[in-house]
């Protein structure tokens, strides 16, 4: 089992940033991908980032690249997630997930998550 804490979450004015965080225990950091997904009243949870084991690679979500940056510090067991430039639209719960191997942008594909942490950017 892996446990995933996320924090950081809040309240932001459009044009803000926020820095989320996802603590991770119970297996090697290393063997899992991280993702992190969101989900808005009324919608799907729709994938925004992932990074591989050792941190080398990311994918995005359209709607977010060039905004959002995910990193993860494996000495920490820690992924991030900094968002910039937040838009009213970025209002969400934001999830954090885990995946033993290869990074993947579908929600299907991770087994592990965490309770996820409320994002509100105001207009």
């Known amino acids: 089992q892996v446990q995933l804490v996320e924090s950081g979450g809040g309240l932001v004015q459009a044009g803000g940033s926020l820095r989320l965080s996802c603590a991770a225990s119970g297996r090697t950091f290393t063997d899992y991908a991280m993702g992190w997904f969101r989900q808005a009243p009324g919608k799907e949870r729709e994938f925004v980032a992932a990074?591989?084991?050792?941190?080398?690679?990311?994918y995005y979500a359209p709607s977010v690249k060039g905004r959002f940056t995910i990193s993860r510090d494996n000495a920490k067991n820690t992924v991030f997630l900094q968002m910039n430039s937040l838009e009213p639209e970025d209002t969400a719960v934001y999830y954090c997930?885990?995946?033993?191997?290869?990074?993947?942008?579908?929600?299907?594909?991770?087994?592990?998550w965490g309770q996820g942490t409320q994002v509100t950017v105001s207009s």
């Open positions: 997930a885990a995946r033993r191997g290869v990074l993947a942008n579908t929600a299907n594909d991770y087994n592990y």
């Open positions: 990074i591989s084991r050792s941190g080398s690679n990311t």
